[in-house]
């Protein structure tokens, strides 16, 4: 009839069976952003850096482009550059190692990079005269000015 034996350690079992996707995703959940800092300090404090960045930087827009003031100081005395590519960024090097650690973390996406370059893409090559102009020696200028002339013709009434 009732086994107790086999009864009591089957519905242990079970309920740990069913419980699996609680007690063995504990703890686990997404684990945070994390950033990679620089050594050395920021403009303001770590602390307010986290939570204020954001309107820091709309400050500093604002001072750069409507006040024309360049220069920022913070709290402690200490003068920094305004600027998010000759400020932030010349700290923070690695857009995505830094700001888009904490962003996809945050799923925010500030549009700032439509317009502003971050540093690392910054890497294009200097454009070099091509292979013929090089072995006779032609200055690239002589092109151009060969182009703007051949323009003047066709544009002559
Ligand atoms: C529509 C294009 C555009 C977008 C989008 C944009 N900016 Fe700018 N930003 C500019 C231009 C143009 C300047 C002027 C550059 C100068 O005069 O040196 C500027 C200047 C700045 C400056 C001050 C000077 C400097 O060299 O950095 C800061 C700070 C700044 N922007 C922050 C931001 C932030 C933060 C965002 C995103 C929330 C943002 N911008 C989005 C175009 C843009
Ligand atoms: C002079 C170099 C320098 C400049 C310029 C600079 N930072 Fe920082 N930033 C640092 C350092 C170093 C830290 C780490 C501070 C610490 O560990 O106490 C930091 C920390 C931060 C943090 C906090 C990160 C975290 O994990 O909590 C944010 C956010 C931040 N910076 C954003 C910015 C923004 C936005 C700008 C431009 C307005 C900027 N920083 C300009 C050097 C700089
Ligand atoms: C420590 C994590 C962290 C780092 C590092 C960080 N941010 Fe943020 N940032 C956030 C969070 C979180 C938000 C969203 C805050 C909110 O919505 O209130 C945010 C929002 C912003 C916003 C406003 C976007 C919006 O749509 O409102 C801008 C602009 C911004 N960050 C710029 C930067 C730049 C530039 C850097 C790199 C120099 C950077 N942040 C680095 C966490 C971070």
Known sequence: MYNRDKVIPGIIIFVLFVAFPIWW???????????ELPKGKCVESKEYMRS??????????NKAIREGMRIYVSSDGSRHWIGLQNGCMKCH????KFCD????????QPYCWNCHI???MKKFKTPQPSFLL???????????????SEEAEHGEP
């Not at 650690?101 to 925010?108: D, F, L």
């Open 118 to 120: 971050p540093p690392e």
């Open 25 to 35: 995703g504990h703890g686990k959940s997404v684990p945070p952003p994390n950033p």
């Open 134 to 148: 090089r072995l006779f020696k032609i200055p690239p200028k002589l092109k151009a000015v060969q182009a703007s």
């Open 93 to 96: 090097h690695d857009k995505s």
């Open 101 to 108: 650690r904490c962003h996809t973390y945050a799923a925010v």
């Open 52 to 61: 204020q960045h954001m309107q820091l930087l709309n400050v500093w827009r």
